[in-house]
T-cell receptor, first 113, second 112 residues
């Protein structure tokens, strides 16, 4: 049973480009969480999704950021028109239900140049 | 709004020493408290999870305690080893299925 898989592990984008970060949850997990870790800071919650539904997006920046978790396929965190301040490590976690602890992926390290 | 603080921010100890990492949270109405380890450039590894009804959890040389009334948790590491060098994060979960609120971590270095 593979763990939470995130790809790519490292992503470099120029300012103004779009970044797409993918998260494949563990088998049987239908709950996905995204967190961001800015340099020298702690992890901050961004969004909580279940299959095809956004449950809590209170941590998402209002503009340029969006997330989805379709019925089939991985969860996608999309950042449009990236800026240097978006450079961070983005972590995904998944759980099978609300009452079970979530397991984290290895993260995607986004660098905006 | 839940806030989680970890003290100290960094700690350097000689190998073999017992040590305590501290975590405090502002809202005592938590569902659980979790300790993670993060190695440089890597993801998070869950170490211990304490449910709100529990007082402590143990795994090998690690022991985590939880005092909800005072808003504190400690992670005790016995007989530290160089391989324990990492950043240790604590995180509070307010309700089942909700977000984790993380502290900024304690960066531990165990010197051989």
């Amino acid at each position: 049973n593979a763990g939470v898989m995130q790809n790519p592990r490292h992503l470099v984008r120029r300012r103004g480009q779009e970044a797409r970060l993918r998260c494949s949850p563990m088998k049987g997990h239908s709950h996905v969480y995204w967190y961001r870790q800015l340099p020298e800071e702690g992890l901050k919650f961004m969004v909580y999704l279940q299959k095809e539904n956004i449950i809590d997006e209170s941590g998402m920046p209002k503009e340029r950021f969006s997330a989805e978790f379709p019925k089939e396929g991985p969860s996608i965190l999309r950042i449009q028109q990236v800026v240097r301040g978006d450079s961070a490590a983005y972590f995904c976690a998944s759980s099978p239900d609300m009452n079970t602890e979530a397991f984290f992926g290895q993260g995607t390290r986004l660098t905006v140049v | 709004k839940q806030e989680v603080t970890q003290i100290p921010a960094a700690l350097s100890v000689p190998e073999g020493e017992n040590l305590v990492l501290n975590c405090s949270f502002t809202d005592s109405a938590i569902y659980n408290l979790q300790w993670f380890r993060q190695d440089p450039g890597k993801g998070l590894t869950s170490l211990l999870l304490i449910q709100s009804s529990q007082r402590e959890q143990t795994s090998g040389r690690l022991n985590a305690s939880l005092d909800k009334s005072s808003g504190r948790s400690t992670l005790y590491i016995a007989a530290s080893q160089p391989g324990d060098s990492a950043t240790y994060l604590c995180a509070a979960q307010e309700t089942s299925g909700s977000r984790l609120t993380f502290g900024e971590g304690t960066q531990l270095t165990v010197n051989p």
